[in-house]
């Protein structure tokens, strides 16, 4: 299915569109398809698999972009039944609905286990949690069908409807509240993409028809506390000081500490390459962030 063939009347359906990469997603949609519907739980509770088949038989939609989960690493570890059920089985039902047609499923870098960095499409996954092990699951069973598409993405920034969605909205937030000093890691890695970048990148691939497993990501490797540096500047307001420390002082439970994605398959698809996070910051400067 190419951009051009979007029928007006069959809809694109996105969950989780109150989320920040579905929000994006939906804020985007106009350009790449004239008719689409933005699904939050307020339609219907996709755990609710009756009354998604009901609406799925009624809609009859043309493509269908699944972003709805848990993502927070703690709520999940907390909550594993629960998330396996969002995760998994919310994802199944629906790429089980949508077989006959093109289906997008989110994943991220946190399936890694973060001893190498820089993996391609075809490394071997290693999850140290909950989260990454059921989005390893969930991508298992997307990948079944040859039409349907997984992306994996790193750190998404932006702004969410809720404003805590995004990984500068939480670092903000957590500078409020710290006082006097906060530490981030020099020794955690991640590769931080605006998330309208993400969007602009799925609505291509979509277009394209691609299918199979595709990093979305930014083009360049960044500890958390390059991304502290980075962003600091952008928000005067907060006075506190960022510290830098070593992930390998954090008590809790092991980190992944360097999920880099290589992302030179989807750069070869693009018709506009994915930007580094820093001379996207430089070259949007009146961009809320």
Same mark, same amino acid.
């Given at each position: 299915m190419? =951009?051009s063939d =979007?029928s ?12 920040l ?5 939906v ?6 398809a004239?008719?689409?519907r933005?699904l939050?739980?307020?339609? #219907?509770d ?8 009901r609406? #799925?038989?009624?809609?009859?939609p043309?493509?269908? =972009?699944?972003?709805?989960?848990? /993502? ?6 907390? @909550?594993?039944?629960?998330t396996?059920?969002? *995760?998994?089985e =919310?994802?199944?039902?629906?790429? %089980?609905l949508a077989a006959?047609?093109p289906f997008?499923? #989110? ?18 996954t *290693?999850?140290?949690? &909950?989260?990454? %092990?059921?989005?390893?699951?969930? !991508? %298992?069973?997307?990948?079944? @069908?040859?039409r349907?598409?997984?992306v994996?993405t790193? +750190? ?7 404003? *805590?969605?995004?990984? @500068?909205?939480?670092?903000r937030?957590? +500078?409020?509240q ?5 530490? +981030? ?5 991640r ?6 970048e /993400?969007?602009?990148?799925v ?5 394209k028809?691609?299918a199979? +497993?595709?990093? &979305?990501?930014?083009a360049?490797? $960044? ?17 506190? !000081?960022?510290k830098s420390?070593s992930a390998?002082d ?15 398959? &989807? ?6 390459p994915?930007?580094k #996070?820093? !001379?996207? $910051?430089?070259?949007?400067l009146?961009?809320?962030?």
């Amino acid at each position: 299915m190419t =951009v051009s063939d =979007v029928s007006s009347k069959a809809p694109v359906w996105i969950t989780g569109a109150n989320g920040l990469i579905g929000n994006c997603l939906v804020q985007t949609a106009p350009k790449f398809a004239p008719n689409w519907r933005a699904l939050t739980r307020a339609d #219907f509770d996709l755990l609710d698999f009756a009354a998604v088949e009901r609406a #799925f038989v009624k809609e009859r939609p043309q493509l269908v =972009v699944h972003c709805a989960a848990i /993502t927070v690493v703690s709520e999940a570890q907390k @909550n594993p039944e629960l998330t396996r059920r969002v *995760n998994v089985e =919310v994802t199944k039902h629906l790429a %089980e609905l949508a077989a006959d047609i093109p289906f997008v499923f #989110f994943s991220t870098d946190l399936v890694f286990d973060g001893r190498k960095g820089g993996y391609a499409e075809t490394d071997a996954t *290693n999850p140290l949690h &909950v989260y990454g %092990e059921t989005k390893v699951a969930a !991508e %298992e069973i997307v990948l079944k @069908n040859p039409r349907h598409l997984v992306v994996r993405t790193s +750190l998404n920034g932006g702004v969410s409807p809720s404003g *805590n969605r995004a990984f @500068n909205e939480q670092l903000r937030g957590s +500078l409020q509240q710290a006082g006097r000093g906060m530490t +981030l890691f020099t020794d955690e890695f991640r590769c931080p993409i605006p998330a309208v970048e /993400t969007a602009r990148a799925v609505w291509e691939l979509v277009g394209k028809s691609c299918a199979g +497993l595709y990093h &979305v990501a930014g083009a360049e490797k $960044l500890s958390r506390w390059q991304i502290g540096q980075l962003l600091l500047p952008r928000w005067p307001e907060i006075k506190t !000081e960022i510290k830098s420390g070593s992930a390998k002082d954090f008590p809790g439970p092991a980190r992944a500490l360097d999920t880099t994605l290589d992302i030179s398959k &989807v750069q070869k698809v693009l018709s506009r390459p994915l930007p580094k #996070f820093s !001379e996207w $910051l430089a070259t949007n400067l009146g961009e809320k962030f």
